[in-house]
């Protein structure tokens, strides 16, 4: 995983806490890999890590993050960003129905999509209609029909069948557009879902034919519905369904599949238009609103590490974390104040426990982690209290007769000043070992 290679290609890197340009170079390097792993098209890709770059290369130095989790910090936020930021909802109509166009290829997933659509607004209490304007294929009309009576919502049709006592103007599919709408004014339905045709590629006719639908009923959405699947495809597609209707949101359909959901990036990048749901397999609740975050986690398949990033970034202390980078940097010794500091820190950081659990490799130290506890910072922290300044950075000298002071000056038994020491030795080591790179900051405070 991308994961994985960002820790490779910066295991010298850890703790330099500077951003140069060959940092950003490698890991934008892995960034572009994995972007294209997940199918985004190869224009949107070298726009978007030539983007990143720069923001990289501009970026402040941070406290809290190591040089790569600063770079997939800021990749992540462009993503999101790309993908619509928040999620964005359904524009409701002010007065009368709330009209939606469903547009796309054949087979994207309209007219599942319009029964999932359907059913999770009246379940919000709306009560939609849907409108079969897919007069191309033959069995186009039944399939909407059918999808309508699982989700318990009438459908409009240019058909026996059909909802409505009004004519229907069979054959076209702009009048039944236009009729579906009149039938949801007059039934007052607050929502109407118009599914239209779609073809295997883009064709002239077809996109003159939803253009005509859109002028037709002036929808307050027009959906774009693509399949996650599409790959390469996707830009190409998604400017041509924008030129011909310029839609207002895009839905991702067959998100259960393999798909890292490379074609949400490609589409949302070129069109600059949100993606607002996301389909996920072929039942009617298969449908969830899409969240630009989740969807760049996926595409950038990197797990818990985004969470990880975020959580580190709310507890680090910054100035403390930048003192131990300048100590690391320096070769200092780490010294018993420093252990101290960093038992703190721990404490400041809440879900510590928890968040260290999620990382990559966390097994290696979950004894450690089980063993955690927060008193036991209570402790530390009298026992160094009880130190000597010279005893603090030269804990080398505490001998018995010091050993036996610290106690009785800390309340505890000298057993545990010994532990306390073994610990610190401990620590130190681990800590060199990190300086010369690997690891997080932070953790060596961790008693065992
Ligand atoms: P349309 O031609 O755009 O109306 O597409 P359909 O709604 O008819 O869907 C085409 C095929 O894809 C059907 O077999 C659907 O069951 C299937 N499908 C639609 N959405 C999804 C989805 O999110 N996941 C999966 N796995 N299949 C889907
Ligand atoms: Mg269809």
Same mark, same amino acid.
């Given at each position: 995983s991308l994961s994985d290679r960002l820790t490779a290609t910066f295991k010298n890197l850890r703790g330099k806490g500077r951003l140069t340009e060959a940092d950003v170079d490698a890991t934008v390097r892995e960034i572009r890999r994995a972007l294209l792993d997940a199918d985004v098209a190869v224009p949107v890709v070298r726009e978007f890590t030539a983007r990143v770059r720069e923001r990289s290369l501009g970026a402040e130095v941070s406290g809290a993050l190591n040089p790569s989790q600063q770079i997939v910090k800021i990749v992540n936020e462009e993503l999101v960003e790309i993908l619509g930021g928040e999620t964005r909802r359904i524009r409701l109509a002010k007065t009368g129905p709330t009209i939606i166009m469903l547009a796309g290829l054949q087979g994207a997933g309209k007219t599942t999509l319009a029964g999932k659509l359907s059913k999770w607004l009246k379940a919000q209490g709306h009560s939609p209609i849907l409108v079969a304007c897919d007069l191309q294929r033959p069995n186009a009309v039944t399939q909407l029909q059918v999808v309508g009576k699982r989700a318990g919502v009438p459908v409009f049709a240019p058909? #026996?069948?059909?909802?409505?006592e009004l004519e229907h103007p069979a054959g076209d599919p702009v009048a039944v557009a236009r009729a579906g709408v009149e039938e949801a004014r007059q039934k007052l339905h607050d929502v109407v879902i118009v599914d239209t045709a779609g073809r295997l590629g883009v064709d002239a006719e077809m996109m003159e034919q939803a253009s005509q639908i859109r002028r037709a009923i002036v929808p307050n959405e027009v959906l774009f519905v693509i399949d996650a699947?599409?790959?390469?495809?996707a830009v190409n597609t998604a400017m041509a369904f924008d030129e011909g209707v310029n839609f207002t949101g895009i839905v991702l359909s067959?998100?259960?599949?393999?798909?890292?959901?490379?074609a949400a990036l490609s589409v949302a990048s070129v069109t600059g238009k949100p993606v607002m749901f996301a389909s996920t397999g072929?039942?009617?609740?298969?449908?969830e609103l899409f969240h630009p975050d989740r969807m760049a986690s996926r595409i950038l398949d990197m797990g818990d590490v985004l969470t990880l990033i975020e959580q580190a970034e709310k507890n680090w202390d910054k100035d403390e974390a930048a003192r131990m980078a300048k100590k690391f940097a320096d070769q200092e010794d780490f010294t018993l104040d420093d252990f101290l500091a960093q038992m703190q820190q721990i404490r400041n950081m809440g879900s510590m426990k928890k968040m260290l659990m999620m990382m990559p490799g966390a097994q290696n130290i979950r004894q450690q982690l089980e063993n955690f506890d927060e008193r036991e910072i209570d402790r530390v922290e009298a026992i160094v209290r009880s130190m000597t300044p010279h005893e603090r950075v030269a #804990?080398?000298?505490?001998?018995g007769s010091r050993r036996a002071r610290i106690a009785r000056g800390s309340g505890v038994h000298v057993s545990e000043v010994n532990g306390l020491l073994e610990r610190f030795a401990q620590a130190q080591k681990m800590m060199k070992k990190m300086a010369q790179g690997g690891g997080m900051p932070g953790m060596p405070g961790m008693p065992g």
């Open positions: 058909h #026996p069948g059909a909802t409505s699947m599409i790959g390469q495809d067959k998100l259960d599949g393999d798909a890292r959901g490379g072929e039942g009617l609740d298969d449908f #804990p080398k000298i505490i001998n």
